[in-house]
């Protein structure tokens, strides 16, 4: 296994720039997933790593080799694509061995990291199965073991769970979870699926529009992500976002203002926007909110739709302006919403007069003209500056 460290590449076809100036370093057995919406460059950026792109600029080191300039063949990686193109003809032992046999290994040795790789993916008892009568989980295996008998440095995925079902896919994101400790893999994986991303990584490397955003363990991105686009890409429901200005002693917006000393934040002044951030859990209904350390004053607000998930609910909130007068607004887009998600016990109706605080330890606030964040946390004993945690695009 070996480590992986991208150093400034850029990827331009023609005027359009697919990878802006993205460097990165993978650990020696880390497994670090791409993520980030279709077309910021995840794709691009793991072909510079195979060798399928070459970068316009920039450099790409596996182990202590610079690998720029080789073949895919020649930079000991192995890659597991969406489509997984099995050979319809061949069985899945003749599937798996058949780079093998095209490197003429002997037949011992083909046997025995056939075998081996079966095992790890639990295809033992299938290798004389054709592909046409395998499910799409099994034959995405396959794929996945025809990569483990290269015995490769680093693993390199695209995508490989999208064409599975739901269900097949959380089951399948378990099970590459296991194969990365059992192998002590590098990995690195590509992905549009934030919750893929969350749930099987060390870090995830946040991507938008050909930059990197952030790099950080997935639980990083997500309490301090280091800017608006991070933050409304990781977790789901989004992040709500609530622009305001800074007055003397708060943060005002249309329809609430929140306490706090603006001399704690540097590279903004009174009168600048500012943008708060608050996840749909750290919103309360005021009588459910006693064992909060540091609510924020009431704020009014009326439910409108509720959305029933079973292990909670998401109460859509009209905050108080917007719910005089002005209900032919687009929800989604009004900056009098907050989405509220609430336990399946609590009592509460749609069209009904509430109030809600937000935990200020859990709010974040954004330069609304930079969309940096500026501070996570509002508690006073406890507020954490961004950038605390350090991340590779920091340094
Ligand atoms: P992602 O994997 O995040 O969906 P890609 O890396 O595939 O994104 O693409 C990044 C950008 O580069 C996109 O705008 C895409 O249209 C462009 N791009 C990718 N490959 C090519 C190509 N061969 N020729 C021209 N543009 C490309």
């Not at 610079?66 to 073949?71: C, E, K, Y």
């Not at 603006?262 to 540097?266: A, I, Q, V, Y």
């Given at each position: 296994m070996a480590r992986v460290r991208l150093e400034n590449i850029t990827k331009r076809y023609g005027d359009e720039?697919?990878?802006?100036?993205i460097s990165l370093e993978v650990e020696d057995g880390e497994f670090v997933t791409f993520v980030?919406?279709?077309?910021?460059g995840k794709s691009t950026t793991m072909e510079t790593v195979a060798g399928l792109t070459e970068p316009t600029e920039g450099r790409v080191y596996i182990g202590d080799d610079?690998?720029?300039?080789?073949?895919p063949k020649d930079r000991g990686v192995a890659m597991v694509f969406?489509?997984?193109?099995?050979?319809?003809?061949?069985d899945v032992y003749e599937n798996i061995s058949f780079g093998l046999r095209l490197r003429k290994y002997d037949d011992e040795e083909v046997r025995r990291r056939v075998e081996e790789a079966a095992d790890i993916v639990q295809l033992?008892?299938?290798?004389?199965?054709?592909?046409?009568?395998?499910?799409g989980g099994q034959q995405q295996r396959v794929g996945i073991a025809r990569a483990i008998v290269?015995?490769?440095?680093v693993f390199l995925m695209d995508e490989?769970?999208?064409?599975?079902?739901a269900k097949l896919r959380v089951h399948m994101r378990t099970e590459l979870q296991r194969l990365h400790r059992e192998l002590d893999a590098t990995v690195i994986y590509v992905t549009h699926d934030q919750a893929e991303a969350m749930t099987m990584s060390n870090r995830i490397a946040v991507l938008n529009d050909g930059k990197l955003q952030q790099i950080a363990p997935p639980l990083v991105c997500y309490?301090?992500?280091?800017?608006l686009f991070v933050a409304g890409f990781i977790g789901s429901p989004s992040m709500n976002f609530v622009e305001g200005t800074l007055v003397e002693g708060g943060l005002e917006t249309n329809n609430f203002t929140i306490g706090l000393d603006?001399?704690?934040?540097?590279g903004v002044s009174i009168g600048d926007d500012v943008t708060l951030g608050v996840r749909?859990?750290?919103?309360?209904?005021t009588q459910y909110?006693?064992?909060?350390?540091a609510p924020t004053d009431p704020i009014d607000a009326r439910t409108d739709v509720l959305e029933p998930m079973g292990d909670e609910v998401f109460v859509y909130l009209l905050l108080s302006e917007a719910a005089e007068?002005?209900?032919?607004?687009d929800p989604a887009t009004s900056p009098n919403q907050l989405l509220m998600s609430v336990t399946p016990d609590t009592e509460i109706e749609a069209n009904e007069d509430v109030d809600v605080v937000l935990d200020r330890s859990k709010i974040h606030l954004f330069d609304?003209?930079?969309?940096?964040?500026?501070?996570?946390?509002?508690?006073d004993r406890s507020e954490r500056e961004p950038?605390?945690?350090?991340t590779e695009a920091d340094s």
């Open positions: 720039t697919a990878v802006d100036d980030g919406p279709s077309g910021c610079d690998v720029t300039g080789l073949a969406q489509n997984i193109a099995l050979f319809p003809h061949m033992e008892g299938m290798l004389d199965r054709m592909p046409a009568e395998m499910s290269r015995n490769p440095d490989p769970l999208a064409n599975l079902d309490n301090e992500p280091t800017n603006p001399g704690r934040l540097s749909p859990e750290d919103v309360h209904l909110a006693d064992s909060l350390a007068g002005s209900m032919d607004q609304t003209a930079t969309g940096d964040a500026l501070l996570h946390g509002l508690t950038g605390t945690t350090p």
